[in-house]
């Protein structure tokens, strides 16, 4: 099946520092990837989706300078977390889509950031 | 923008018995899916029912939609402890390959 991964899976940084997270797609051609968002005990939200070569496309509210997304081929986007704050603590998921089932998403197990 | 709510928000069996989840949603839909998530990780689909079809099965799982009532519920039949989790339904926005998730069902199934 297609397996999506995502690295690190857990990272802990300082206020002001700017972290980045991998999603890859390992065994299939991911042409859209998405990023999402869940807060503890709540559900994933939407933060932007992304195409291969082309610019991310954000949700209302999020800001595209603090959450910079890179989709440079088709296996692997990046999600950036620009000079991290405590309130950016979160588990961020990222899920992939391929050019041939656009209607199914294959998850990636998530990356919790832990921003002191 | 939509939302999907599901109910109940937790729910606490005993191994054997059935566990539903019911979900609602407010707009127009192409399909909706059922994804089951362990805690502190990724999520897993389990099932994708369109809006054409009224009841899905897949293994110990049964999939209904209602789209009168913009409803659908997950049944899980003879649950086991490790089915504990937190599922969630998504539905598209009317084509749309964004998904938008409810609030969660959070499962758990005592041995």
């Known amino acids: 099946g297609a397996v999506v991964s995502q690295h690190p899976s857990r990272v802990i940084c300082k206020s002001g520092t700017s972290v980045k997270i991998e999603c890859r797609s390992l065994?299939?051609?991911?042409?859209?990837m998405f990023w999402y968002r869940q807060f503890p005990k709540k559900s994933l939200m939407l933060m932007a989706t992304s195409n291969e070569g082309s610019k991310a496309t954000y949700e209302q509210g999020v800001e595209k300078d603090k959450f910079l997304i890179n989709h440079a081929s088709l296996t692997l986007s990046t999600l950036t977390v620009t000079s991290a704050h405590p309130e950016d603590s979160s588990f961020y998921i990222c899920?992939?889509?391929?050019?041939?089932?656009?209607?199914?998403?294959?998850f990636g197990p998530g990356t919790r950031l832990l921003v002191l | 923008s939509q939302q999907g709510e599901e109910d109940p928000q937790a729910l606490s069996i005993q191994e054997g018995e059935n566990a539903t989840m019911n979900c609602s949603y407010k707009?127009?839909?192409?399909?909706l899916q059922w994804y089951r998530q362990n805690s502190g990780r990724g999520l897993v689909h389990l099932i994708l029912?369109?809006?054409?079809?009224r009841e899905k099965h897949s293994g110990r799982l049964r999939v209904t939609l209602d789209t009168s009532k913009k409803s659908s519920s997950l049944l899980i039949t003879a649950s086991r402890a490790a089915d504990t989790a937190s599922y969630f339904c998504?539905?598209?926005?009317?084509?749309?390959?964004?998904?938008?998730f409810g609030k969660g069902t959070k499962l758990t199934v005592n041995p």
């Open positions: 998504a539905t598209d926005q009317g084509g749309s390959e964004k998904l938008v």
């Open positions: 899920s992939a889509e391929s050019g041939t089932d656009q209607e199914t998403q294959y």
């Open positions: 707009t127009s839909i192409n399909n």
């Open positions: 029912i369109r809006s054409n079809e």
């Open positions: 065994d299939f051609q991911a042409t859209t």
